[in-house]
């Protein structure tokens, strides 16, 4: 799985989400590297290794094991992990499955669906708002078809503001440029629903940052999950939607410092 890393110290782990890679990170490897080993990774089918044919299963479930494994063979856990919206999914079945490898967690409007009946196993589906799968299901056309800059616009705007995607930076955009390949892979691959059975279950500290900007759909998982969780903590960010890490770094590499400090 590729990888960059930055820093000395605990192990700091960064999983990012949907159109994303390692690079997403930046802002926090440059502002927290000085206290932890930061390490960011790319998802497999994610830039540098986007393009892989669809042979190559795109699966959150895959994902959630390839993080045991990769911290695993890093033999340097267990880590404090850091997701951001679909890689907060990811990381939290992650964190269910392989809890040996995780010291605490944190979860930035973490993506995908709730579901208080469904079982502990993370298998069930449950419904998101009836706007959402349109949506997603047009911008997925529009990657498919070659208009990547449509299918962007559409996804990003709704998923931060509207007039995200004409206001973000050139990296941003080339990142997710990058990435655009995998859009139509992630809505085959629905997320399973967050249950209380499942988030119950994590006796690691954990902490749920949102932006205050953000939309429903996410201030809504992270009011549920805040409900759920053993041993919680949540900060909104001021100002922010849902790039929060990256719109307010300092805000957001404060929060994380200070919550792994408070665990030492």
């Not at 973490?110 to 589906?125: E, F, N, R, V």
């Not at 799968?133 to 056309?141: C, E, G, H, T």
């Amino acid at each position: 799985m590729p990888y960059v890393e930055r820093g000395a110290g605990p192990l700091l782990l960064f999983v990012h989400g949907s159109l994303c890679d390692y690079r997403y990170w930046q802002p926090q490897l440059a502002g927290l590297s000085a206290r932890y080993r930061c390490v960011a990774v790319s998802l497999t089918h994610y830039w540098p290794l986007a393009g892989l044919p669809r042979t190559v299963p795109f699966s959150w479930s895959k994902h959630a094991d390839e993080l045991g494994e990769f911290v695993e063979k890093l033999d340097a856990g267990p880590a404090h992990v850091v997701a951001h919206s679909r890689g907060g999914a990811v990381a939290f079945q992650f964190t269910v499955r392989h809890p040996q490898h995780v010291q605490s967690l944190t979860l930035a409007d973490p993506g995908g669906p709730l579901s208080a009946s469904a079982s502990a196993s993370g298998g069930a589906q449950a419904a998101l708002p009836d706007t959402v799968n349109p949506l997603r299901a047009k911008a997925a056309q529009f990657v498919e078809r070659g208009d990547l800059e449509a299918g962007l616009q559409l996804f990003v705007d709704s998923v931060s503001r509207v007039g995200s995607w004409a206001k973000s930076t050139p990296a941003f955009r080339a990142m997710a440029l990058d990435n655009a390949p995998t859009l139509p892979l992630q809505f085959q691959d629905p997320l399973p629903a967050y249950t209380r059975e499942a988030a119950w279950s994590l006796r690691c500290r954990t902490m749920l940052i949102d932006g205050e900007k953000s939309p429903e759909l996410f201030r809504r998982n992270v009011g549920m999950l805040e409900g759920w969780l053993p041993d919680v903590r949540r900060h909104t960010i001021r100002g922010a939607s849902h790039g929060m890490n990256l719109a307010h770094p300092s805000a957001f590499n404060r929060h994380v410092d200070e919550f792994i400090r408070d665990g030492e």
